[in-house]
């Protein structure tokens, strides 16, 4: 069965300190990976997305990391901001290009940046 | 543009009613998806079309039912409400198969069911 699993649940961090969450993954067979931003209330918001052959990826402050030999990513959080405070997650998609294919989300990580 | 837009933003059913969750877009988008998010969960897929007149079961299709009838709507039907459909619906849009490209998300509809 395909999983994602993230860790910490939550965290609380100071503005303008760093951050980093993690997501661990057994799906199969691997088509990308991608992180969202959701604000409460909204919808989410994509910031990566990263392929089998892509080992990082940057979109502002947010870096996304990816291993696919011990299937795990990581998003870092650089200089973290007041509006940085969502829940972020982790979605892997299985399955070949053009068909077949399906994504399965993780349950988030809440963090909310604190002054 | 106005992306993925949904109404209601909330609603409170009462078991039995039924009821149909609006979602338009307007990127001229071909693929659309509901999903479902209850609390500590990842989203799941209910429906997704792959263009006009086209749709087929996600993961969780049991209770709903859709339709699509232009490229811009694609309307989620609750026909007989339990309380098990509680959750928050979003509705999505990608111009490709999602597994490639960006999903786009509506505000999402909180909906009850009592």
């Known amino acids: 069965k395909n999983q994602v699993e993230q860790s910490p649940q939550s965290l609380i961090i100071l503005e303008g300190k760093n951050c980093t969450l993690q997501?661990?993954?057994?799906?199969?067979?691997?088509?990308?990976l991608r992180w969202y931003k959701q604000d409460t209330g909204r919808g989410p918001v994509s910031l990566t997305i990263m392929t089998f052959s892509e080992n990082t990826k940057s979109n502002g402050r947010y870096t996304a990391t990816l291993d696919a030999d011990t299937k795990q990513s990581s998003l870092h959080i650089t200089a973290s901001q007041l509006s940085d405070s969502a829940s972020y997650i982790c979605v892997v998609t299985s399955g070949y290009t053009g068909g077949g294919n399906k994504l399965t989300f993780g349950t988030g990580t809440q963090l909310k940046v604190e002054l | 543009n106005a992306g993925v837009t949904q109404t209601p933003k909330f609603r409170i059913l009462k078991i039995g009613q039924s009821m149909t969750l609006q979602c338009t877009q307007d990127m001229n988008h071909n693929y659309m998806y509901w999903y479902r998010q209850d609390p500590g969960m990842g989203l799941k897929l209910i429906y997704y079309?792959?263009?006009?007149?086209?749709?087929d079961k996600g993961e969780v299709p049991n209770g709903y039912n859709v339709s699509r009838s232009t490229t811009e709507d694609f309307p989620l039907r609750l026909e007989l409400a339990a309380p098990s459909q509680t959750s928050v619906y979003f509705c999505?849009?990608?111009?490709?198969?999602?597994?490639?490209?960006?999903?786009?998300f509506g505000p999402g509809t909180r909906l009850t069911v009592t």
């Open positions: 079309s792959v263009g006009a007149g086209i749709t």
């Open positions: 999505a849009s990608s111009y490709y198969p999602e597994s490639s490209y960006e999903q786009y």
């Open positions: 997501c661990n993954y057994t799906v199969s067979p691997f088509s990308n």
